[in-house]
Nanobody
Framework: QVHLVESGGGLVQPGGSLRLSCAAS????????MSWYRQAPGKERELVAI???????NYADSVKGRFTISRDSAWNTVYLQMNSLKPEDTAVYYC??????????WGPGTQVTVSS
């Protein structure tokens, strides 16, 4: 069983930055990828950024050039650096870990609000 906890969310003004962290505990049986999703009110959950086990990254078009996904050396923590934040980035952000078996684990989410 894998337990994920996100942190780093909060209220920020447009143009500001936040760094989200996701700490993973437990045994990951063959990591496939680590990723960040978000869900805004009234919208479906969407993929924001993904980091594969071979180090490849991919981003939603809406965040390319502004967000960066990274990890620590032990693959215990995944980060999402968010710069030049916009009001439309307001959402609950979720960490996700997928094993090679296809099993996915989700964190409880952290609220990010971009507003003046």
């Amino acid at each position: 069983q894998v337990h994920l906890v996100e942190s780093g969310g909060g209220l920020v003004q447009p143009g500001g930055s936040l760094r989200l962290s996701c700490a993973a505990s437990g045994s990951i049986l063959g990591l496939n990828n680590m990723s960040w999703y978000r869900q805004a009110p009234g919208k479906e959950r969407e993929l924001v950024a993904i980091l594969t086990r071979v180090g490849r990254t991919n981003y939603a078009d809406s965040v390319k050039g502004r967000f960066t996904i990274s990890r620590d050396s032990a693959w215990n923590t995944v980060y999402l650096q968010m710069n030049s934040l916009k009001p439309e980035d307001t959402a609950v952000y979720y960490c996700n870990v997928q094993e090679l078996t296809g099993v996915r684990y989700w964190g409880p989410g952290t609220q990010v609000t971009v507003s003046s």
